[in-house]
């Protein structure tokens, strides 16, 4: 008997920290970006309050730039569709440090919009978390 509730223990200690493992995992993805008007990021299940978005932008392309701005949106996904949170305006090249508070856990993706002067807004690593 105490064999099988040792065992039993140590399956469900075993069982919690993995849980723990993949809680934590989920609240973190790294993805490129490369985008020339809109573009809309896959929906991403997020743990934490806060929401946080990091990455150093850039150009690509010959175009003639009409703006050298770019938004970034956060919606979250919900029953009836998205609940827009806000929208954060960035240079093209630069590192941006954003974020959105008290959001809280749950299905997110973010949305980005420039002009469509055929140029790119490019990224080899953007990091989105929440803390």
């Not at 990091?54 to 970034?72: C, E, K, L, P, W």
């Not at 490019?122 to 989105?128: E, F, Q, R």
Request: charged residues 15%.
């Amino acid at each position: 008997m105490k064999k099988r509730f040792f065992v039993m223990l140590v399956v469900l200690v075993l069982a919690s920290f993995c849980f723990s493992i993949t809680a934590y995992a989920a609240s973190s993805y790294t993805s490129t970006l490369a985008f020339q008007g809109e573009h809309t990021g896959p929906t991403r299940e997020y743990t934490g309050t806060d929401m946080r978005w990091r990455g150093t932008t850039y150009t690509r392309g010959q175009a003639a730039i009409m703006s050298n701005y770019f938004d970034v949106s956060l919606y979250r996904k919900n029953i009836i569709g998205s609940s827009y949170i806000g929208t954060v305006t960035c240079n093209r090249t630069g590192s941006h440090n954003l974020s959105w508070s008290n959001v809280g856990s749950g299905k997110y993706y973010f949305y980005y919009v420039k002009a469509r002067d055929g140029a790119d807004v490019v990224s080899d690593a953007i990091t989105m978390s929440m803390s």
